[in-house]
């Protein structure tokens, strides 16, 4: 049986990506002719059809997406394969990539680059800042390697490192009339006072969650789309927020009237290192959550 080449699978990918002929040969720096006899061959190779074509417009077939999938999957592991070649085998050396949330990556980042350049100097890490689930299905299909998350959850096919727990602090206007932060109590917040980001971003759920908001009249129908917009509407004192410790003493809170109280030791998220199950990585990955523990407790 005549195997696909990894030329194949490379532009089988860009034209998933793309869904059109000529920028996938764009992106591969070829001709379209040449491109598309490259996926003709494939089809011929597999004994299937991956691509409805039509004069106007180029369609995946769903066994063609599966297969794109799996040929990330493949791509990765013969980077792999290379890496190891030029690293003798040395860990957390050459190209990988992480998925990590907004309300993560602005607060640890700025501590673990500086770390992982000195002590891992040939690691080129590249990064993707998205919400968890985009993250989650790129680390599936193998556009990522690695995914940094906050806890819980649900993750399928995905072995998960906890790190460490990131507390929950009441956010607010340091002089609020909304309510009075030494004598906080949840139930007497009056509607719709406490603002969240919007819907997709697991803050929202674990502060949901974590804080303890049952009472959903006092959660403002209006969402912020970012940390930075939920931070400049609470040092309005439009309304009140829950953040977490790690973003404490960052740069977002400089230069506002937002400040913060601890609440409760039980209202934390957890922060985590995720890969794909049975990933011949995982014990370079291990080091890596090791790294980001140590800094974390060291932060603390």
């Known amino acids: 049986m005549k195997l696909p080449t990894i030329k194949q699978l490379q532009y089988f990918i860009a034209l998933e990506k793309h869904q059109h002929f000529g920028n996938a040969a764009k992106q591969c720096f070829v001709s379209q002719s040449a491109f598309s006899t490259a996926i003709k061959e494939l089809e011929l190779h597999l004994g299937i059809q991956l691509v409805d ?4 417009s180029v369609t995946i077939t ?35 990539s992480l998925g990590i949330i907004p309300t993560i990556a602005p607060f640890l980042l700025p501590e673990l680059l500086p770390a992982l350049r000195l ?35 649900t993750l399928s096919n995905v072995e998960v490192m906890p790190l460490f727990k ?18 906080y109590d949840i139930n007497t917040l009056s509607a719709e006072s406490i603002l969240l980001l919007e819907d997709g971003h697991c803050l929202r759920d674990h502060a949901l969650s974590a804080c303890k908001i049952k009472n959903q009249e006092a959660v403002s129908r209006f ?17 009140i927020t829950y953040l977490t ?21 039980d ?34």
């Open 119 to 153: 002590k891992y100097p040939n690691l080129r890490l590249y990064l993707r800042e998205e919400t968890t689930q985009a993250i989650h299905q790129y680390l599936l299909s193998g556009e990522l390697d690695l995914i940094l998350i906050a806890l819980p959850y």
């Open 267 to 300: 209202s934390f998220r957890e922060i985590g290192l995720g890969w794909r199950k049975g990933s011949a990585r995982a014990d370079e990955f291990r080091l890596l959550g090791q790294l980001i523990r140590h800094l974390s407790y060291n932060e603390g």
């Open 166 to 183: 990131d507390n929950f602090l009441l956010a607010c206007n340091k002089n609020t009339k909304l309510l009075q932060p030494q004598q």
């Open 53 to 56: 074509r039509t004069n106007k």
């Open 62 to 96: 769903q066994t063609g997406r599966d297969i794109a999938t799996q040929a990330r999957l493949c791509i990765k592991e013969m980077e792999y394969l290379t890496e190891i070649a030029h690293s003798h085998q040395q860990p957390l050396t050459g190209k990988l």
């Open 245 to 265: 410790a790690m973003s404490q003493h960052s740069t977002l809170l400089k230069n506002t009237n937002v400040t913060t109280y601890p609440l409760n030791s």
């Open 223 to 239: 969402s912020a789309s970012s940390l930075l917009t939920l931070i400049g509407m609470v040092d309005s004192d439009i309304g």
